[in-house]
Structures are given as structure tokens and as C-alpha cells.
């Protein structure tokens, strides 16, 4: 009876010991993750007003080029839509 006992015992704290270790593995796991979406986050940040910038930039010193293009763009755009209709 105290054998029985005892591995009880035995595997409630091996039980309790590897739950234990999942839960800091999984936090590690969780803080690993939350750090590379944040370093992604801040590049993919950065490159979009890195865009943003030179896209400005070019429209300032190209207005009428700029002008132009979407006029064009937005001609083909109507052309292919009154196409499918």
C-alpha cells in the first residue's frame, strides 16, 4: 500500500514538474514570438514610410508625369471594367 503511495506521489510531482516546464517553454516560445512580430512590425513600418516618402517626393518634382499616369490608369481601368459589362 505504501509503494502504491509513494508512485503516486511520484507521478503527481513528475506530473506537476512537467506542467511546470511547458508553461515556462511555452511562455519563452510566446516572448520569442511577440519579439520577432514586433521586429517585423518596425521594418515593415520603416519601409512603408520609406515609400511613402520617395512617392512624395517624386509626385513633387514630377507633378505632371504624376497627373498623367493615373489619368491613364484610370482610363484602362474603365476601359477593361465597361469590357466585362
Do not use: W
Not at 506537476?16 to 518596425?42: C, I, P, T, V, W
Amino acid at each position: 500500500m505504501e509503494a502504491s503511495r509513494d508512485i503516486m506521489n511520484d507521478v503527481n510531482t513528475t506530473t506537476r514538474k512537467a506542467a511546470h516546464d511547458l508553461k515556462g517553454s511555452m511562455q519563452e516560445a510566446r516572448s520569442s514570438l511577440k519579439e520577432a512580430f514586433n521586429d517585423r512590425y518596425e521594418s515593415v513600418r520603416r519601409q512603408a514610410g520609406e515609400a511613402l516618402s520617395t512617392s512624395e517626393e517624386f509626385v513633387k518634382e514630377h507633378p505632371i508625369s504624376t497627373v498623367l499616369g493615373a489619368c491613364a490608369v484610370g482610363f484602362i481601368a474603365g476601359a477593361l471594367l465597361r469590357r466585362r459589362h
